[in-house]
């Protein structure tokens, strides 16, 4: 199984951009998909995630500002980041794992990620 990221760039405050996690080999219908986020000495920490029955989960503070969601036929997950804010400026990972756990959050439940895409919103 591979993951493809894709979409990250250079925004102004309260812009918006919209990643791409393109899957290879296996159905992501079928387990979970997040999306994790690094910056420079810090662990990496959990942004969203979908898992197989269509569930969402969100970090408090990506809450009402990003949507993660799925598209079968492409095999494609995205994650839709509006009103974003210069703390969001990150290296965006997504990884995925079958089955979903209930730790979803943490980066070691998950085996499988993509290449990551750079995120930065600054004026």
């Known amino acids: 199984v591979q993951l493809q990221a894709s979409g990250g760039g250079l925004v102004q405050p309260g812009g918006s951009l919209r990643l791409a996690c393109a899957a290879s080999?296996?159905?992501?219908?079928?387990?979970?998909v997040a999306w994790f986020r690094q910056v420079p000495e810090k662990e990496r920490e959990f942004v969203a995630a979908?898992?197989?029955?269509?569930?969402?989960y969100y970090r408090g503070s990506v809450k009402g500002r990003f949507t993660i969601s799925r598209d079968r036929a492409k095999n494609t997950v995205y994650l839709q980041m509006n009103s974003l804010k210069p703390e969001d400026t990150a290296v965006y990972y997504c990884?995925?794992?079958?089955?979903?756990?209930?730790?979803?959050?943490?980066?070691?439940?998950?085996?499988?990620w993509g290449q990551g895409t750079q995120v930065t919103v600054s004026s």
């Open positions: 990884a995925a794992r079958w089955p979903h756990t209930v730790r979803y959050q943490y980066a070691d439940e998950y085996s499988t």
């Open positions: 080999g296996r159905a992501i219908s079928g387990g979970t």
């Open positions: 979908v898992r197989e029955n269509g569930a969402t």
